[in-house]
């Protein structure tokens, strides 16, 4: 007998941060996300997880919501599980008459992949992903000591925002605290113009880069960048599909791409890209529903890169730390600088009922 979709739902959430999160594109006092659970009528879970990214000028909170109760309404996934059309989910098994942003895609598609896992008892691969730590910008020696706390458990490449003023100095106080063994990684988030990136890059280029992400806006300018510095460029906003990794080789702008599932539009999208540039999977500040779909991204990107000889990255899926709270009873675990996954099936995660409705919004 067929199983059948006994329900959908699309609950829109938030995480308050420890502490502020401040970077060049602005300042977050919470992250505000949509989970997307669907159940069968044997009480198989599959869970999904939209992350708006309105501060880059994406979908906002609403248009996602508004999406994925439409996608409910439409009886599209019905029609998919009553039909035995589970599987590896890519877009192309979504009516196309839906129109959906890129976090609205991602959610859908990632619950389809965990249903179908679960469903078929698949259980996480159980290696653990290499982490970058995200320290959050603010004055030199605040990040410096958040650095320390990072290295003492164990993360050995590091990830500074800059953009919002002493870029220089926080770089020259990270350095100083974690040692010269310590990968780091900058982030402007193409705030700054090629003139502010080529003279930032001048100054910090001594002190041992191992990549700025998005330093400027355009392909063109860094393009041009890529000329003028040492320092391997990696796209994050210029970044959305294969096609713009394919063009980003033309112009030789960047090296490097870090991937976020709510940005590309879901994991097969994301290994599309890993086939034309080296990847690392990161986070848009998700959930524990996207930080499990993120490493399970991760874990294929490793991969892929063995084969195709490019050296090994760190992910930056280490944000859970940045939450005061979750919404998860078992979700990932940073141990050692790694995201450990949960022991399956599927994702893993497991929502805890109270902590949802207290973040509910």
Same mark, same amino acid.
């Given at each position: 007998?067929?199983?059948? *979709?006994?329900?959908?739902?699309?609950?829109?959430?938030?995480?308050?941060?420890?502490?502020?999160?401040?970077?060049?594109?602005?300042?977050?006092?919470?992250?505000?996300?949509?989970?997307?659970?669907?159940?069968? &009528? &044997?009480?198989?879970?599959?869970?999904?997880?939209?992350? $708006?990214?309105?501060?880059?000028?994406?979908?906002?909170?609403?248009?996602?919501?508004?999406?994925?109760?439409?996608?409910?309404?439409?009886?599209?996934?019905?029609?998919?599980?009553?039909?035995?059309?589970?599987?590896?989910?890519?877009?192309?098994?979504?009516?196309?008459?839906?129109? *959906?942003?890129?976090?609205?895609?991602?959610?859908?598609?990632?619950?389809?992949? &965990?249903?179908?896992?679960?469903?078929?008892?698949?259980?996480?691969?159980?290696?653990?992903?290499?982490?970058?730590?995200?320290?959050?910008?603010?004055?030199?020696?605040?990040?410096?000591?958040?650095?320390?706390?990072?290295?003492?458990?164990?993360?050995?490449?590091?990830?500074?925002?800059?953009?919002?003023?002493?870029?220089?100095?926080?770089?020259?106080?990270?350095? &100083?605290?974690?040692?010269?063994?310590?990968?780091?990684?900058?982030?402007?988030?193409?705030?700054?113009?090629?003139?502010?990136?080529?003279?930032?890059?001048?100054?910090?280029?001594?002190?041992?880069?191992?990549?700025?992400?998005?330093?400027?806006?355009?392909?063109?300018?860094?393009?041009?960048?890529?000329?003028?510095?040492?320092?391997?460029?990696?796209?994050?906003?210029?970044?959305?599909?294969?096609?713009?990794?394919?063009?980003?080789?033309?112009?030789?702008?960047?090296?490097?791409?870090?991937?976020?599932?709510?940005?590309?539009?879901?994991?097969?999208?994301?290994?599309?890209?890993?086939?034309?540039?080296?990847?690392?999977?990161?986070?848009?500040?998700?959930?524990?529903?996207?930080?499990?779909?993120?490493?399970?991204?991760?874990?294929?990107?490793?991969?892929?890169?063995?084969?195709?000889?490019?050296? $090994?990255?760190?992910?930056?899926?280490?944000?859970?730390?940045?939450?005061?709270?979750?919404?998860?009873?078992?979700?990932?675990?940073?141990?050692?600088?790694?995201?450990?996954?949960?022991?399956?099936?599927?994702?893993?995660?497991?929502?805890?009922?109270?902590?949802?409705?207290?973040?509910?919004?």
């Amino acid at each position: 007998m067929s199983l059948r *979709l006994a329900s959908v739902e699309v609950i829109p959430y938030a995480l308050p941060f420890r502490e502020p999160y401040v970077t060049a594109r602005g300042t977050l006092a919470r992250r505000e996300m949509v989970l997307l659970r669907l159940r069968t &009528d &044997d009480g198989t879970v599959g869970l999904g997880e939209a992350v $708006p990214l309105s501060l880059r000028g994406g979908a906002t909170l609403a248009q996602v919501v508004r999406e994925l109760e439409e996608v409910r309404e439409s009886g599209a996934l019905e029609l998919l599980i009553e039909t035995d059309g589970l599987g590896y989910a890519t877009r192309s098994m979504i009516d196309p008459r839906l129109v *959906l942003s890129m976090p609205s895609q991602s959610a859908v598609l990632t619950a389809l992949d &965990d249903l179908h896992a679960r469903l078929c008892e698949e259980r996480t691969v159980p290696s653990a992903v290499a982490c970058n730590a995200t320290l959050v910008a603010g004055e030199p020696a605040a990040v410096a000591e958040d650095a320390r706390r990072w290295a003492a458990e164990g993360f050995e490449t590091f990830k500074l925002k800059l953009g919002t003023g002493e870029d220089l100095a926080q770089v020259r106080a990270v350095r &100083d605290a974690v040692g010269p063994d310590a990968k780091l990684r900058v982030d402007a988030n193409a705030a700054w113009s090629l003139e502010q990136a080529t003279r930032v890059l001048g100054e910090i280029e001594p002190l041992g880069i191992e990549l700025v992400e998005q330093p400027v806006a355009t392909m063109e300018d860094a393009a041009t960048l890529a000329t003028l510095t040492s320092i391997p460029l990696a796209g994050d906003e210029s970044i959305a599909g294969r096609e713009d990794a394919e063009r980003a080789v033309r112009l030789g702008a960047f090296e490097a791409t870090g991937i976020k599932l709510s940005k590309v539009g879901g994991y097969a999208a994301g290994l599309e890209i890993c086939e034309v540039l080296p990847a690392y999977a990161s986070s848009a500040l998700d959930g524990p529903v996207g930080i499990a779909a993120g490493a399970a991204l991760a874990r294929a990107l490793d991969a892929e890169g063995r084969v195709l000889g490019w050296p $090994p990255m760190a992910h930056g899926l280490a944000t859970q730390r940045l939450f005061a709270s979750t919404i998860a009873s078992v979700e990932c675990e940073l141990r050692g600088g790694r995201l450990h996954p949960p022991p399956g099936p599927g994702l893993g995660v497991e929502i805890d009922e109270d902590a949802l409705d207290a973040h509910r919004l």
